[in-house]
């Protein structure tokens, strides 16, 4: 089945704690992305990857990390998590960079910065 | 700028009501429009897209027109039901041509027998 994967689906931490949320999808697609759902800002792009060893930032890329060693993997990183990164994380994929693809999405990361 | 900004919830109807979801947006060019669709627990999945003005996309009953005259991208559905109780995303491409979404707010729908 088609599909991209994050683990874990929800994650409560303490400021400052480093942590690793994974995401993984089996499409070969090229593209990958992290979005951030906050309740009345909808989605907002964290950091996204155009292919392996190429990432960016996106609209709020601070305090996070990303690395993409592996197509089908790009994890976020919070290296000093805090209380404002707590959130609803969606990981994303597409076949390609063009602004007109769907992208699939994961089924998100509930976490809790205490 | 570039936005997205969608009329906001929650929507309450009872089953088998018309449906309009508004959705505006701003953007230099013609970006591609998207309406993605949560349900609870879940991530989000694409429920249509247009990526030309005038285009019709319709998925599930549910259809969306892209009119560049009016910068608007409605969605609209004839006769809901129970189960299309979710949120709704209205998205459009992002600047510069590469796959960045930029999201409204979102719009929860919830639909009652």
């Known amino acids: 089945e088609a599909q991209v994967t994050q683990n874990p689906r929800y994650l409560i931490t303490v400021t400052g704690k480093k942590l690793t949320v994974t995401c993984s999808q089996n499409m070969n697609h090229e593209y990958m992305s992290w979005y951030r759902q906050d309740p009345g800002l909808g989605l907002r792009q964290i950091y996204y990857?155009?292919?392996?060893?190429?990432?960016d930032k996106g609209d709020v890329p601070e305090g996070y990390k990303v690395s993409r060693k592996e197509k089908r993997n790009f994890p976020l990183i919070l290296e000093s998590p805090s209380p404002n990164q707590t959130s609803l994380y969606f990981c994303?994929?597409?076949?390609?960079?063009?602004?007109?693809?769907?992208?699939?999405f994961g089924p998100g990361t509930r976490l809790l910065v205490l | 700028g570039n936005s997205v900004t969608q009329m906001e919830g929650p929507v309450t109807l009872s089953e088998e009501a018309f449906l309009t979801i508004n959705c505006t947006y701003t953007?230099?060019?013609?970006?591609?429009l998207f309406w993605y669709v949560q349900y609870p627990g879940e991530g989000l999945q694409l429920l249509l897209k247009a990526t030309k003005a005038d285009d019709k996309g319709s998925n599930k009953g549910f259809e969306a027109t892209y009119r560049k005259e009016t910068t608007s991208f409605h969605l609209e559905k004839g006769s809901v039901q129970v189960s299309d109780s979710a949120v709704y995303f209205c998205a459009r491409g992002g600047a510069g041509g590469y796959n960045k979404l930029i999201f409204g707010a979102g719009t929860r729908l919830a639909v009652h027998p």
């Open positions: 994303a994929s597409s076949l390609g960079g063009l602004a007109s693809e769907t992208q699939y």
């Open positions: 990857s155009m292919n392996v060893e190429v990432t």
């Open positions: 953007a230099t060019g013609y970006p591609s």
